[in-house]
Antibody
Framework: EVQLVQSGAEVKKPGESLKISCKGSGYSFTSYWIGWVRQMPGKGLEWMGIIYPGDSDTRYSPSFQGQVTISADKSISTAYLQWSSLKASDTAMYYC???????????WGQGTLVTVSS | SSELTQDPAVSVALGQTVRITCQGDSLRSYYASWYQQKPGQAPVLVIYGKNNRPSGIPDRFSGSSSGNTASLTITGAQAEDEADYYCNSRDSSGNPWVFGGGTKLTVL
């Protein structure tokens, strides 16, 4: 059974750094894309970026380029999304998703709620 | 344009057929994927490619495309189909960055 298990909710202050994770199981981690999607409170879905763990091909949505870093550790089948300096506007639910192609993501994590508040 | 436009809200009577549409220039080159999201839950892929359903998605869900418009059709809508539906396609570089704003489907 394919599963994506994300790390738990985070409460951080503006300016702090953060790295959240997404652990894949039940499939070949290096053979599928992992994507990250933001959903701000009461709003729609936004692609942030994608990574192919097999060769570390990483692509960022223009809206998020330079704002976050996406990485993956093949040895532990885990993808990451990180910020170096959080802003209040980063408060959102973040989902990871797995796809055989970059167009179709058919398994999703449960989401990680990130709250940034002073 | 890298945008996809959806109607904010659509309603359908129980058991009737509803079409949710998505418009954008990228749809002239790429198929749309459709995601269903219920409150408090992660999105679920319901249609991808020309008209493909992932395993476990009921066959009352279907997809189609013409010109710059993609459509998700639910034939015989059920109460459990009440959700937000998002279309997704690629930008000019082939990356999946383009989401529609979402359509809230109400089943009456």
């Amino acid at each position: 059974e394919v599963q994506l298990v994300q790390s738990g909710a985070e409460v951080k202050k503006p300016g702090e750094s953060l790295k959240i994770s997404c652990k894949g199981s039940g499939y070949s981690f290096t053979s599928y894309w992992i994507g990250w999607v933001r959903q701000m409170p009461g709003k729609g879905l936004e692609w942030m970026g994608i990574i192919y763990p097999g060769d570390s091909d990483t692509r960022y949505s223009p809206s998020f380029q330079g704002q976050v870093t996406i990485s993956a550790d093949k040895s532990i089948s885990t993808a990451y999304l990180q910020w170096s300096s959080l802003k209040a506007s980063d408060t959102a639910m973040y989902y990871c998703a797995q796809g055989a192609t970059i167009a179709d993501f058919d398994y999703w994590g449960q989401g990680t709620l990130v709250t940034v508040s002073s | 344009s890298s945008e996809l436009t959806q109607d904010p809200a659509v309603s359908v009577a129980l058991g009737q057929t509803v079409r949710i549409t998505c418009q954008g220039d990228s749809l002239r080159s790429y198929y749309a994927s459709w995601y269903q999201q219920k409150p408090g839950q992660a999105p679920v892929l319901v249609i991808y490619g020309k008209n493909n359903r992932p395993s476990g998605i009921p066959d009352r869900f279907s997809g189609s495309s013409s010109g710059n418009t993609a459509s998700l059709t639910i034939t015989g809508a059920q109460a459990e189909d009440e959700a937000d539906y998002y279309c997704n396609s690629r930008d000019s570089s082939g990356n999946p960055w383009v989401f529609g704003g979402g359509t809230k489907l109400t089943v009456l």
